[in-house]
Each structure stands twice: as structure tokens, then as C-alpha cells.
């Protein structure tokens, strides 16, 4: 009777959150969570990507040491379709956890992409259980919210951590020569596959160049990065979405949902329930052409457009590898120097905590902003980028087209002109020229 109760309890769509259970050679259980209705609403829309990825913080207490969660994009939403709570991270538990859900959940998925972290056991029993032929299977480039974790599932923070132990930090801190390599390192999978190793040779020839000694650094990047993960697994060139971003801030939501670490397991399947059930919303919300949830910030979105735009030019012939590699070089900036400052406990305010790195559209849930707090307007009189510039008889005015926004100085037009791309300080969209506006 008990038994009957928990399964009408902890339930989706009148049927059972729990799907069944599977048992690997060496006796190490996982027990699988799925909503069948919202895997085939989910399905409808014609999946071609699948991300990935496991976490230990939210499992419940005794029962496993991780949570694997499976997320299917629609458009450039994540939708969770289903968990496995795993005894083992053997690759034994992981196939046997992916062919059940091939077998049982998503026997007709035909993805072209499936993105998760460096794990091989896990990427290996996805390619094997869910891949088809021409389904490219990548490793994460960056995550926004593990830049100071133990756990290493990235390659920028992997690359960075292998600095700092080479004992290489002070001549990154110190060599503008050292600081750009580095820079550029983290940016090769940002190359396609057929001249990762090219865009290798050519940073570690600008390197001796400039008399940067990183030899190790070097070493470790080939041996490990290029010959044992391959290239064809770190590159994320001409892909959306390079990150498993949306998974990390699932997993973070999912943790301050529960307030604890490791939550009773009552209380874990019950908010499994509800969100899935918040999921069937959100689906049918995309179906109706709604937004479910809000855009990432300007400044994330624009960062990837330069990489989006330096991919382009470097396909199209107007930029070399290594043209390529220093143009992207820079996107990596606010987390590398994020990464230095907290070993050297440098304080770093708030602006520093954004990377601006993050997929091309992906749509994530944020915690809701505080309404209370103050806002600073400046006087709509001056001029809206420097601030200082007031409207007087001899001074021109400029007009942003086609957004709108007004007004801006002859001084900060010239300055605005000149960058590329040209960007509205205001709304960031891109900026067709400065209209001068007469005013009577």
C-alpha cells in the first residue's frame, strides 16, 4: 500500500515520475526519471540536439553520487527530459543508463550535435547509444558557473588550473607576451578541427618568439588536449551553442530550490514533479510562440556575435589562423582575469564577475533581480555616452538610426564611428549611422 501511495504521489501527466531502474556488471544500480508525455511533446518540435552533463550537489542523501540530467533543445530553449540517479560514474553504469534511455525513452532521436563536458565515459555511452552517423559530439569550451570549482569539465578552466600548477601564474601576471599565449590556447577550439594543431604551432612559434617560457604548458595542451581528447571532439567551431552553460544554471536553480546539498529524497522527487510539470508549460508556451523565459544580457550576446563574425571572415578567407586566434583571443579577457585576481586575492567588482562569454542565443532562467534598488539616471539633457556634454547653440547633435536613441556629442560619434562593429551604447544593436538632428 505504501508503495501504491509513493507512486501516485510523486507522479506527471496522472503516471509515475519513475521509469525504471538498470544494473551494471560490477552490481552498481541507477535509477532513471522521466515523463514519457513531456519526452514526445518535447520530440514534436524535431529535436537535433542533446546536451549533457552530471552533477553531485543536488543528489539526494545516500541514495547516489550523482545526478545525470538530459536536456533537448528547442530553438534556443533547454528542456529537461530526464535523470538518472547513478551509484557509479563507470562507464559500465553510464552505457547501461543511455541504452535504456535509447531503448525505452527516445528510440527514434536522431541528434546532429550532443554536447556535454571532457568526461569520456559519459561522452563515449552518448555517441555509442544515442549518436548516429554525422552526429558530432563536443566537449564544453567554457562554463559560466564553474569557474572556481574543484572539478574540472571545461577546457579554459582545465588549461588555466595546469598553468597555475606549472607554477607559470607570476609570468602570466607579469608578461603581456605571456598573458596573450595563454589567451590564445583557450581559444583554439574555436578553430575548426582541420587547423587546431596548425593555430597550436603558430602560438607556440609567437611564444618563442617573445621569449615566453611555457614549455610545460605546451606539453601538456598537445599531449593531452590534441592527442588524447582530439580535435574533433574539442572543436566547437561553427556551432551555436559551445557550452553547457544552460545545464550548470539548471543544476544551480535546482540547488537553491532545495536550500541544502543534498536533500531528503522525498523532497527531491517532489520538485523533480513540479518541474516537469513547469516544463509541459513552457513547451506549449514555444509552441505558441511566447518567451518563457528572459534573454541573456546584452554584453554576453555581443561577445558572441564577435566570435560568430571572426568564424565567418576566417571561413570566407578575410582572416588567417592566426588572425582569427588574437581577434578571439580577446573574448576570453574577463575570465582569465576573473581567474588571476581571485589567486592573487586582487578584488574585483561586479562588472569583472561577467565574462561576456556565453552562447550565441541561448535562453536561461535568472534569478529575479531585487526591485528596491536605486537607480542612478543621468540628465536626459547631456549626451547619453559621455555624460558631460550639454545642448548649447554650438553643439551637434546625433541621433542613433535605426534604434532611435538620442542624443550623442560630435566627439563620441567620431570616437563611436570608428569602432567595429558599430554598436549602440544603449540597446547594443547594431548601429546603420549617426543622423545629426536639428532642433529649432
Given at each position: 500500500m505504501r508503495r501504491t501511495t509513493s507512486s501516485l504521489r510523486y507522479t506527471c501527466c496522472n503516471n509515475s515520475i519513475f521509469s525504471g531502474s538498470v544494473r551494471d556488471l560490477d552490481g552498481k544500480y541507477s535509477v532513471i526519471l522521466a515523463c514519457t508525455h513531456l519526452i514526445n511533446l518535447v520530440l514534436s518540435h524535431g529535436i537535433t540536439e542533446i546536451h549533457a552533463d552530471a552533477t553531485?550537489?543536488?543528489?539526494?542523501?545516500?541514495?547516489?553520487?550523482?545526478?545525470l540530467s538530459i536536456h533537448f533543445m528547442i530553438d534556443n530553449f533547454s528542456i529537461p527530459i530526464a535523470y538518472a540517479l547513478m551509484e557509479s560514474k563507470s562507464r559500465n553504469l553510464f552505457q547501461c543508463v543511455m541504452d535504456y534511455m535509447k531503448n525505452n525513452l527516445i528510440p527514434n532521436i536522431t541528434p546532429s550535435l550532443i554536447m556535454t563536458d571532457f568526461e569520456p565515459a559519459l561522452r563515449d555511452a552518448l555517441s555509442s547509444s544515442l549518436g548516429v552517423e554525422g552526429t558530432r559530439v563536443l566537449g564544453c569550451w567554457f562554463n559560466q558557473q564553474c569557474w572556481h570549482h574543484n572539478q574540472v569539465s571545461n577546457l579554459l578552466l582545465a588549461v588555466w588550473k595546469?598553468?597555475?600548477?606549472?607554477?607559470?601564474?607570476?609570468?602570466?601576471?607579469?608578461?603581456?607576451?605571456?598573458?596573450?599565449?595563454?589567451?590564445?590556447?583557450?581559444?583554439?577550439?574555436?578553430?575548426?578541427?582541420?587547423?587546431?594543431?596548425?593555430?597550436?604551432?603558430?602560438?607556440?612559434?609567437?611564444?618563442?618568439?617573445?621569449?615566453?617560457?611555457?614549455?610545460n604548458l605546451f606539453e601538456y595542451y598537445q599531449n593531452y588536449w590534441i592527442r588524447h581528447v582530439g580535435v574533433d571532439v574539442l572543436s566547437v567551431n561553427g556551432v551555436s551553442r559551445r557550452t553547457n552553460n544552460n545545464l550548470e544554471s539548471f543544476h544551480n536553480f535546482l540547488r537553491h530550490k532545495f536550500s541544502i546539498a543534498h536533500p531528503n529524497l522525498w523532497v527531491f522527487l517532489g520538485q523533480i514533479c513540479e518541474l516537469s510539470q513547469k516544463y509541459h508549460t513552457m513547451v506549449t508556451q514555444i509552441a505558441n510562440g511566447l518567451q518563457p523565459t528572459r534573454n541573456l544580457k546584452a554584453k554576453y550576446l555581443l561577445n558572441s556575435r564577435r566570435i560568430k563574425r571572426a568564424v565567418e571572415q576566417h571561413k570566407a578567407g578575410l582572416l588567417s589562423v592566426w588572425q582569427f586566434l588574437v581577434k578571439c583571443s580577446h573574448s576570453c579577457d574577463g575570465y582569465e582575469r576573473r581567474q588571476r585576481h581571485w589567486v592573487l586575492g586582487?578584488?574585483?567588482?561586479?562588472?569583472?564577475?561577467?565574462?561576456?562569454?556565453?552562447?550565441?542565443?541561448?535562453?536561461?532562467?535568472?534569478?529575479?533581480?531585487?526591485q528596491n534598488i536605486p537607480v542612478v539616471v543621468p540628465s536626459p539633457r547631456n549626451c547619453m555616452v559621455c555624460l558631460t556634454t550639454t545642448p548649447g547653440e554650438n553643439v551637434v547633435q546625433h541621433i542613433?538610426?535605426?534604434?532611435?536613441?538620442?542624443?550623442?556629442?560630435?566627439?563620441?560619434?567620431?570616437?563611436?564611428?570608428?569602432?567595429?562593429?558599430?554598436?549602440?551604447?544603449?540597446?547594443?544593436?547594431?548601429?546603420?549611422?549617426?543622423?545629426?538632428?536639428?532642433?529649432?
Open positions: 553531485f550537489k543536488v543528489v539526494p542523501s545516500n541514495m547516489a553520487i550523482q545526478l595546469k598553468m597555475k600548477s606549472l607554477n607559470y601564474l607570476q609570468t602570466i601576471n607579469s608578461n603581456p607576451y605571456a598573458l596573450k599565449t595563454l589567451k590564445i590556447l583557450m581559444c583554439l577550439p574555436l578553430l575548426p578541427s582541420a587547423v587546431i594543431e596548425q593555430g597550436f604551432l603558430l602560438t607556440k612559434a609567437y611564444a618563442i618568439h617573445h621569449n615566453v617560457p611555457l614549455p586582487i578584488e574585483h567588482d561586479q562588472e569583472s564577475n561577467d565574462d561576456g562569454l556565453a552562447d550565441d542565443f541561448v535562453e536561461q532562467e535568472v534569478p529575479e533581480v531585487p542613433v538610426l535605426p534604434c532611435g536613441h538620442a542624443w550623442v556629442c560630435e566627439t563620441c560619434v567620431s570616437v563611436l564611428d570608428g569602432q567595429y562593429p558599430r554598436i549602440c551604447p544603449v540597446c547594443r544593436g547594431d548601429v546603420h549611422h549617426f543622423q545629426r538632428m536639428f532642433l529649432s
